[in-house]
């Protein structure tokens, strides 16, 4: 019923996740089949993939448009896309753009990753943009997603892309440099101190590629990006000054 293009970390959390109900086909573009067999699903070819009713793309971003090709001859007529990219209007538009107007298409971003939906759904969040599918349809995955513990947020790509570059990209941007500053465990800390570590530390399980990626595609997150910039630098030049005034 399911289809999987991808096996990476969070395609092997959703295949997990699925298989524990439905029938689950996946493919990786290199041999893992021991490894996907392992969470219950199955290993198939692309062509196999397609032929599900409902098809996840689990690819990164920068990928995406030329899986979209490659898979929309072997798409059923009456199939449903659903993505879950980090960000929104990019992978919206190449969907409608690209794929058969007789395929529905659902655009989703899962707000949490392999380490903290490890154990559980529960009270996680997912953010769904209504693109091209019959309000029926939506509405009972919308139900099975809450019946998973999930909470579900509803929005326009363009909503999600705003919000996402302050709350998803800025948050990774801070990480990073953190990263790169060298930040590290001391015996002499902080409980805020620890709470930066733990940005760091969500922020080091993650691939260049997907920081890349969100900042790249998101048409905000530049923005957002260069305006804490400039007020970390206008600080700065305030205590250089020995500014006083608040």
């Known amino acids: 019923m399911i289809g999987i293009i991808g096996f990476g970390r969070f395609g092997k959390l959703t295949a997990r996740y699925l298989a524990e109900e439905f029938d689950v086909a996946v493919y990786h573009r290199t041999d893992k089949s021991a490894e996907i067999n392992r969470t219950g699903a ?14 996840v793309p689990c690819v990164p971003i920068c990928v995406l448009q030329e899986v979209l090709k490659d898979i929309t001859p072997l798409l059923r007529p009456d199939a449903l896309i659903v993505d879950v990219c980090s960000v929104k209007e990019y992978p919206v538009r190449l969907m409608t753009d690209i794929l058969p107007d007789t395929v529905s298409i659902l655009a989703t971003h899962p707000m949490f990753g392999p380490d903290s939906a490890f154990d559980s759904l529960e009270g996680r969040k997912i953010c769904l943009c209504k693109v091209r599918i019959e309000n029926k349809n939506y509405q ?3 139900a099975y997603l809450e019946s998973k513990g999930l909470v579900v947020i509803e929005a326009t790509a363009q909503e999600h892309d ?3 570059a302050t709350s998803l990209s800025l ?7 953190l990263s790169e ?10 409980e805020g101190y620890k709470r930066l570590l733990h940005i760091l530390e969500v922020v080091e399980r993650d691939t260049w590629q997907l920081f890349l ?3 790249h595609y998101n048409p ?3 923005e957002k990006r260069v305006a804490f910039m400039d007020v970390m630098r206008e600080i700065n030049a305030r205590l250089e000054q020995g500014d006083l005034v608040d």
Do not use: P, S, W
């Open 162 to 164: 705003q919000q996402i």
């Open 220 to 222: 905000y997150a530049k």
């Open 171 to 177: 948050t990774h941007f801070i990480g990073r440099t």
């Open 140 to 142: 009972n995955i919308k």
């Open 42 to 55: 199955r290993a198939a070819n692309l062509e196999a993939v397609c032929r599900q009713d409902i098809v």
């Open 213 to 215: 990626d969100m900042h």
């Open 181 to 190: 500053y060298g930040a590290k465990q001391l015996d002499i800390d902080t």
